[in-house]
T-cell receptor, first 118, second 111 residues
């Protein structure tokens, strides 16, 4: 597609339930990133996928969080046993290449999924 | 993760005024970027900087990569109502897979 597509745009879930968030990156973008944006905060890195390489999971806050990327395209972020502190906007971004070599190699972000845990 | 200290946290300015915001870090970055986020949207790239001392403009926006490689600033000249939003700095370190983001500057332009 023309941009990064995320679904759902909003999700309200009960504490303790599992949720899945989906990201459809720009076609041809080999790198995919998940970030979390809590109210009034900056963007917190969660996980990074690059091609067929093992993902960089160094930003995942707990073992309740996991993500996968199937076929080098669509990615799913799963949060198990959700807690109220998981409430945030989850942003996905994709880019052409891992290295920023000049020009337009910055991320393209989706509009995010606003997750509310009640 | 790395801390990028962005200031000010918020600004209220009159339309037509110039705006300046900055971002500092205790660590060296080899790339600095500035993004703008509108409500309900993801951040959009405004300017990217790749060399220490680099000064780059994009319309009414000007950004500089600090010589120490630990800071960057963004200026907006002659602000207009559509400049309203949250501005984020972001930096990348050598060997890192991801960008680190500042906490944002929320800009309000009063017509």
């Amino acid at each position: 597609g023309a941009g990064v597509s995320q679904s759902p745009s909003n999700k309200v879930t009960e504490k303790g339930k599992d949720v899945e968030l989906r990201c459809d990156p720009i076609s041809g973008h080999t790198a995919l990133y998940w970030y979390r944006q809590s109210l009034g905060q900056g963007l917190e890195f969660l996980i990074y996928f690059q091609g067929n390489s093992a993902p960089d999971k160094s930003g995942l806050p707990s073992d309740r969080f996991s993500a996968e990327r199937t076929g080098g395209s669509v990615s799913t972020l799963t949060i198990q046993r959700t807690q109220q502190e998981d409430s945030a906007v989850y942003l996905c971004a994709s880019s052409l290449a891992f290295r920023f070599t000049g020009g337009s190699y910055g991320y393209t972000f989706g509009s995010g999924t606003r997750l509310t845990v009640v | 993760g790395q801390q990028l200290n962005q200031s000010p946290q918020s600004m209220f300015i009159q339309e037509g005024e110039d705006v300046s915001m900055n971002c500092t870090s205790s660590s060296i970055f080899n790339t600095w970027l500035w993004y703008k986020q509108d409500p309900g949207e993801g951040p959009v790239l405004l300017i990217a900087l790749y060399k220490a001392g680099e000064l780059t403009s994009n319309g009414r926006l000007t950004a500089q990569f600090g010589i120490t490689r630990k800071d960057s600033f963004l200026n907006i000249s002659a602000s207009i109502p559509s400049d309203v939003g949250i501005y984020f700095c972001a930096g990348r370190q050598t060997g890192a897979n991801n960008l680190f983001f500042g906490t944002g500057t929320r800009l309000t332009v009063i017509p």
